[in-house]
């Protein structure tokens, strides 16, 4: 009899278990009803940008664009891209928007999306983005995140560089001060420039 009590606890941990593990990675509505893996902080030490083994290719996932017509990032290729996954709940998320901006502002050569991925935003994203001085990014969305689960993501904000020529090179999950003279000479450095 202890046996089957110890082998039904042992199943009920191992379910227990998987269902957390499932929920963070997934994110499911992270921050407004699961677990937000947004407010665990990450050491500071490291490297700025972590790069993928064998620069793969970037996900074909479509997402919106202010518009709301469906975009891929195969429309970018030709040109590097700067990939800024956030949602609004996200307090590091927002706060690094205007560096994004700046960024976009600054650097032509690069095309930046900040892609929401709130799945119940509380109204238009480009008045948020204006709200938070953030104006000149466009408002592209991914609500039901197909972008997140194709890069497989599991904390925001993450940023990710990809190349002219379609290829991850580059991922960071953290926020940075994007437009510093520091964050775009890693962009560069991702580059190859």
């Not at 001085?133 to 969305?141: I, K, P, R």
């Not at 890069?151 to 190349?163: A, C, K, Y």
Request: charged share 25%; aromatic share 8%; proline share 7%.
């Amino acid at each position: 009899m202890p046996w089957k009590l110890i082998g039904a606890a042992g199943v009920l941990l191992a379910a227990a278990i998987f269902l957390f593990v499932y929920t963070i990675r997934d994110c499911g509505e992270c921050g407004q009803s699961g677990v937000s893996v947004a407010k665990v902080e990450k050491p500071a030490a490291g490297p700025f940008f972590f790069a993928p083994e064998g620069r793969p290719a970037a996900p074909a996932d479509a997402f919106a664009a202010g518009n709301g017509a469906p975009v891929t990032l195969a429309a970018f290729k030709g040109r590097p891209v700067v990939v800024n996954f956030w949602a609004t709940w996200c307090s590091p998320c927002v706060k690094e928007l205007p560096s994004l901006a700046r960024l976009k502002a600054a650097r032509g050569d690069l095309v930046i999306i900040a892609l929401n991925v709130d799945t119940k935003a509380e109204g238009p994203i480009g008045d948020f983005l204006k709200e938070v001085g953030a104006a000149d990014l466009e408002a592209y969305t991914d609500p039901q995140k197909k972008l997140w689960r194709a890069f497989r993501l599991n904390s925001l904000p993450t940023t990710v560089v990809i190349d002219a020529e379609g290829h991850v090179v580059a991922r960071r999950e953290r926020d940075a001060e994007w437009d510093s003279a520091a964050a775009q000479a890693e962009i560069d450095k991702a580059l190859g420039k």
